[in-house]
């Protein structure tokens, strides 16, 4: 009894090969392949100077200029008197 074999064997066969050689062998990489994954690391590098320039200093004090856009623009704020309530 001969067991039917796919159109698709050599292909198989071929990529078992490979497995079998790939976990001690060399793997080649594309051009195109290594330049994407350089430029990624080098955007990911950039993305975490970025976000380290983002965070607030460590003892939880506010820049001043902070404070300021915070504050109130009513009158009453601006005046700085005292709001006399009726008894």
């Keep these: 009894m001969a067991i039917a074999r ?3 064997a050599p292909m198989e066969e071929k990529a078992q090969q490979l497995d079998q050689q790939g976990a001690g062998g060399v793997y080649l990489i594309h051009s195109q392949v290594m330049r994407i994954k ?11 100077e970025l976000q380290l320039l983002e965070t607030r200093p460590a003892g939880g004090r506010c820049p001043a200029t902070t404070l300021r856009a915070s504050r109130s ?4 704020r601006r005046a700085g008197g005292i709001i006399p309530v009726g008894e």
């Design 6 to 8: 796919s159109p698709f």
């Design 38 to 48: 350089k430029e990624e690391e080098e955007a990911r590098e950039l993305l975490l």
């Design 73 to 76: 623009l009513s009158p009453l």
